[in-house]
């Protein structure tokens, strides 16, 4: 793109330095053999059944703009899944929105909730694309380094990170089993955690 063109473009794009995760999955796909352990992508093909669906869905034109939170069936499996799984209760109508993979919900919900000016507690290493959704909205990613504790964000140091950052702190990202460790929580540090949370946005 000329230099010119880039000039005129939004500077919060421009800015934005390249994801090194895709770069590095691009140098090294061409090798004979190895075993990836790159992008997220599964190890096995689209179910046939899934597939079939995705046919049917086009043959029966069955393929038009729905409704913009996603079919209700799609919300209702959703909400179902996350009652059998994790007995939560949401509310498909009311609490569900589907999204085309998790980079569009992860955009969506930060750019719901930061205004510029904010920042968002980013435990490192992160899967890189928190970094431009924040900075996309003008929010600071306030970076916490956890190798010195297994990969693990503890609760004291996210009290201590929110304490010192009090004025602009808007979100924390915490997403677990964690890209790239695959390190996950204790339910003991996670209840630590959401009462320094609950305490940050209720004071
Ligand atoms: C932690 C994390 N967040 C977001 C994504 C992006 O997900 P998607 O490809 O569904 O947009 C990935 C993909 O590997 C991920 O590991």
Redesign the pocket.
């Known amino acids: 793109m000329s230099k010119e063109l880039v000039a005129r473009m939004n500077k919060k794009v421009t800015q934005l330095k390249p994801s090194s995760i895709l770069e590095f999955n691009k140098q090294i796909s061409g090798i004979e053999g190895i075993i990836k352990l790159t ?3 599964p190890d096995f093909n689209t179910p046939n059944h899934i597939k079939q669906a995705a046919i049917d869905a086009i043959n029966d034109n069955d393929s038009h703009y729905t409704n913009s939170h996603g079919i209700i069936e799609l919300r209702e499996a959703a909400a179902n899944y996350m009652h059998q799984k994790y007995d939560l209760n949401y509310n498909a109508e009311a609490e569900v929105l589907i999204t ?7 955009y969506s919900a930060l750019t719901a909730m930061l205004n510029p000016g904010d920042s968002v507690i980013i435990p490192t290493p ?2 890189p ?2 970094i431009p959704i924040t900075q996309l909205n003008g929010a600071k990613p306030i970076f916490i380094d956890t190798s010195d504790n297994g990969f693990i964000l503890s609760p004291e140091k996210l009290a201590k990170t929110i304490e010192e950052n009090q004025d602009t702190v808007k979100a924390v990202i915490l ?1 677990y089993p ?3 460790t695959g390190v996950t929580y204790e339910r003991e540090d996670l209840e630590k955690s959401l009462r320094f949370l609950n305490a940050m946005i209720f004071s």
Not at 100 to 106: F, H, L
């Open positions: 992008l997220g992508e085309a993979g998790a980079t569009g919900s992860i992160i899967f694309f928190y997403n964690t890209n790239p």
